[in-house]
């Protein structure tokens, strides 16, 4: 059984929890803030890796510089920032503390 507070996305290609996560955080939902907090930190830690791959591209064998292989750890790399954004608490904890306050209580 799922929870049924918003998911976001397990997997970085999966745009029907981003979808879920965005209609749930236009009902101002404090675990949607959480939820894009992460989502955030996975897109930093993505543009991490990728900076990190392309300063040591100089030092990379020849031989195994395809394509294929750059799409491959590219997808890789995505996928493990979502993972360690998940693990980590420090963006979701940062943004309760500093905009879940601001967002007003809706009373239902």
Do not use: C
Not at 69 to 82: E, P, S
């Amino acid at each position: 059984m799922m929870p049924a507070g918003p998911r976001g996305a397990d997997v970085y290609t999966d745009l029907n929890g981003l979808a879920q996560l965005k209609s749930q955080a236009r009902a101002q939902s404090p675990e949607a803030l959480k939820q894009t907090a992460q989502q955030f930190e996975a897109l930093f830690l993505q543009s991490t890796l990728k900076n990190m791959r392309q300063a040591g591209e100089p030092f990379e064998s020849k031989l195994v510089d395809n394509s294929g292989i750059r799409a491959f750890r590219d997808m890789h790399d995505q996928q493990m920032a979502l993972q360690l954004s998940k693990n980590s608490n420090f963006a979701s904890r940062h943004a309760g503390e500093t905009i879940g306050p601001q967002i007003p209580q809706r009373r239902g």
